[in-house]
């Protein structure tokens, strides 16, 4: 799909506009990443794949629990997102598993195992990671995975096959379609609320929309069952969470996610939508930290 700017995107992001945004920066191979590595030095590090269109903010209220108990958190915004770079590529897992992978290398944060969360469609990316990086992946916590839906006719992946037809919709319904994807996400009004002005506002970026929709281009969201029993065959302990009220990726892919993950610790955390780690991140957190503390033991011992 040919680069665009859309409407509504009034800003850019460049070397002289960065400094006054939140966060810090990083020069990548494919561009500049917007990351936050924070919490206590000495602690396990968890780090953080997020989904479709949420910027690193997203994770604020997990990291503050996670921080309290001790653990360390490294979070970031996939190109296309938060104050990341748009860049011009082709917007699929493996863009998005590179990222990680130099982030974290350029970090120094590679001489221990780190435990990986990934929600929605950044669970594709985490899991795509593991597969290129399982050595330096001690624990995999999932929450409300994208790819077990069953392809359908009428799925953006085949309608948006067209790079013409992908930027015709992009352009004339991009800003309706992304406003009602994120008035499902989370079930109480004044948290979707929060959510979609965090979003929008990161929209407000020239390349973003252009971003989202090359992503349901090459990314699939739908049919990956082999990829999660990849996963599963990698031996990884993983915990795997959902919401029960999640319209996104319903709750009914549970069991076949659990079972294709080989997951042997699960949750389903109650009166929580697609986003748990936003909605719920005290609960998530009770969740994360007794099965990250577990592994570390056994590694310690």
Excluded at 13 to 40: C, K, M, N, Q
Excluded at 97 to 115: C, F
Aim: with cysteine.
């Amino acid at each position: 799909m040919k680069y665009f700017i859309a409407s509504g995107e009034d800003r850019r992001l460049t070397a002289d506009s960065r400094p006054s945004l939140r966060g810090s920066f990083i020069e990548l191979s494919d561009g500049v990443t917007h990351y936050e590595l924070r919490g206590p030095e000495d602690g396990d590090l968890v780090v953080m794949a997020g989904g479709l269109t949420i910027p690193l903010f997203y994770w604020d209220g997990l990291v503050s629990e996670l921080h309290a108990r001790g653990l360390r958190t490294l979070t970031c915004s996939a190109y296309g997102r938060g104050y990341s770079d748009r860049v011009r590529a082709r917007y699929d897992e493996r863009l998005f598993a590179r990222q990680l992978a130099e982030l974290t290398d350029r970090l120094g944060l590679t001489t221990r195992p780190l435990h990986l969360v990934g929600t929605s469609m950044g669970a594709l990316v985490a899991m795509t990671y593991a597969a290129q990086h399982h050595s330096l992946v001690s624990t995999l916590t999932i929450v409300g995975p994208a790819g077990l839906a069953k392809p359908r006719a009428t799925s953006p992946h085949r309608l948006l096959r067209s790079d013409l037809l992908a930027g015709v919709v992009a352009r004339r319904r991009g800003h309706q379609i992304l406003q009602g994807h994120l008035g499902h996400n989370v079930r109480d009004p004044e948290l979707g609320a929060k959510l979609t002005d965090m979003v929008l506002d990161a929209f407000r970026f020239e390349g973003s929309l252009y971003a989202v929709f090359d992503t349901l281009q090459h990314l699939p969201l739908s049919g990956r069952d082999d990829l999660f029993r990849q996963t599963g065959a990698l031996g990884i302990p993983t915990l795997l969470l959902w919401g029960d009220e999640d319209n996104v990726t319903p709750l009914t892919h549970f069991d076949t996610a659990r079972t294709l993950l080989k997951a042997r610790h699960h949750h389903v955390v109650p009166e929580c939508g697609h986003m748990a780690p936003f909605e719920r991140p005290r609960q998530v957190a009770d969740q994360i930290v007794p099965f990250v503390a577990a592994r570390a033991e056994r590694l310690d011992s």
